[in-house]
């Protein structure tokens, strides 16, 4: 079976109990099938620190937009842990979950469309949310979208009709990473250009600052069938400022 990570602030009890509640209508039990990783705390991050990443950020920003909030870079500091845990632990594969998460399909169907993966030995990141698809095409004149992306970058399908290759989109709600995704990942956000699941996105070739001498792009999929959805939380990437 595949472990499950959840990511979860000390300080959201609420959420917590919330995903101990759903993921134990789908049959799995704290520390026999999922672990609660805790997450970076925006607040606890210095002015500082947050002053560094908008500056270094700010020096490939051409196109007007606004500084990164505490909740952002918590946001990818927690993810970070979830990926230095897949490395730490040799997990092959690995789901990882935000708090604030639900089932749209059961934990049991998901597995059932995964071993159908033909690409499993070889894919490094698996969404299975996602909002606005190809951004590139609905949202060209955003910043984000104008600043980092060269060429359009869109859905394409794949052979089995369960999964797809996946354009720029929004969304780190509900994900599998693989061993060798987690180490790439880990290594591209050694620098910090834009939120979470934009700089996900940056990793596959359209971005005019990813150096494929220096980084591996990441062999990205999504199922094309949502499969997890936000259960409704306030989102912590823009309350805590």
Known sequence: MIPILVLNLPCAKDRKEHMINILSDQGLIEETHY?????????DISQEEVDRINKTRMKYYKEK??????GQIGCIKSHLLAYKTIIENGYEECMILEDDTSFVKSFSDIMIIMSTFTDRDSYDYLLLHREVSDMCLKAKNWSIVKNWFKTPYIDKPTKNPHFLTPGLCMGTNAQIVSLRGAKKL???????YDPMDIQIHMMNGH???FDSNRYKPLRSYALSEV???PAGFPSSTMTIR
């Open 35 to 43: 672990t609660i990783l805790k997450g970076v705390d925006g607040r």
């Open 65 to 70: 937009t606004r500084p990164m909030t505490r």
């Open 186 to 192: 880990l290594e591209w956000f050694k620098t910090i």
């Open 207 to 209: 971005c005019s600052v």
């Open 227 to 229: 499969a997890m959805k």
